[in-house]
């Protein structure tokens, strides 16, 4: 059995967390996997466990003016059925695990564990989400690609917790998402590909790239993307090549048993040559195609 404390208010959490050395536990899912210590034996914690998925104050969704406000204990189950989804972020959810699993974990303990092919990761990254960090002192805010470092590794103080993810409040023309995994829900990703673009007629006003899985984080260059706000979707076309390279130079896979870094390297490149050809055939100036969803594991 793990024992520790369960505080009966956000504000009582916070005060265990600066009075007492804890691991701090929601769904668990992840966390129960990684201090497991063989069977028959409880998993292994730093300080004792500080549960916090009952508390109301840092769960539900709220989408309304500006920003999406998600409590970083709202289960993504919840998520799912509370409707004010991105859809993006909702077919990234619809792939994680299974039914019951997504009943259980939250989407504050899909971003804490920090793993480069963490699902709710790409989209979060691609559509500039912020989180709210609190202490006893008060809040702190963080862009989520200042929040996570590096694999498995956050800037989480050891008297914080995360409470909030706020993601900007912005429908695109173009929702493109693809997961490559071994089998649909159940495996980890391999890579994740997502863009998210606007258009003006036929120039791009916006436009987001997020890579899953090649790399220590998930890879996005806002310089990159600059570049090819203001261009034509012929010149996006003419600059496919250019792009790709580009995209080439940033991506840094690992092998794993999962898959190869040679696999990821050529799949990740094919996968975004086929988003920025789906662009640059765009016509008019209508949704390209709302979402494009893909599971599979191979292309």
Do not use: W
């Amino acid at each position: 059995m793990v024992t520790g404390f369960r505080p009966d208010t956000l504000e009582e959490a916070l005060k265990i967390r600066k009075n007492h050395k804890t691991t701090i536990i929601a769904g668990g899912t992840d966390l129960m996997v990684q201090k497991a210590r063989g069977t028959g034996l409880k998993p292994k914690f730093q300080g004792k466990s500080l549960f916090i998925s009952h508390l109301e104050e840092i769960s539900g969704c709220d989408r309304s003016g500006k920003v999406i406000s998600i409590g970083a204990c709202t289960t993504l189950s919840e998520l799912l059925d509370n409707g004010n989804l991105p859809k993006p972020l909702a077919v990234a959810i619809e792939g994680i695990a299974s039914i019951p699993l997504r009943n259980i974990a939250t989407i504050g303990g899909n971003i804490c564990n920090a793993s480069p092919a963490g699902d709710t990761l790409p989209f979060l990254y691609a559509a500039e989400a912020e989180l709210i960090l609190k202490s006893s002192k008060g809040p702190r805010r963080l862009a989520i690609q200042e929040f996570i470092t590096g694999p498995g590794e956050i800037d989480l103080h050891s008297d914080e917790i995360l409470t909030r993810i706020l993601i900007p409040n912005v429908e695109y023309d173009e929702n493109y998402y693809k997961k490559v995994g071994t089998s649909k829900g159940m495996a980890l990703a391999k890579l994740s590909v997502i863009g998210l673009v606007n258009l003006k007629k036929d120039k791009i006003t916006e436009f987001k790239v997020a890579l899953g899985a090649v790399g220590p984080t998930v890879i996005r260059s806002p310089e990159l993307e600059k570049k090819l706000v203001g261009k034509t979707l012929e010149q996006i076309a003419d600059l496919i090549p250019e792009i790709k390279s580009e995209y080439s130079k940033l991506i840094s896979p690992i092998d794993d048993s999962r898959s190869t870094k040679e696999y990821r390297r050529e799949i990740c490149l094919r996968i975004l040559d086929d988003f920025l050809s789906q662009i640059s055939q765009n016509e008019d100036n209508s949704k390209i195609n709302g979402i494009n969803s893909k599971q599979e594991d191979h292309i």
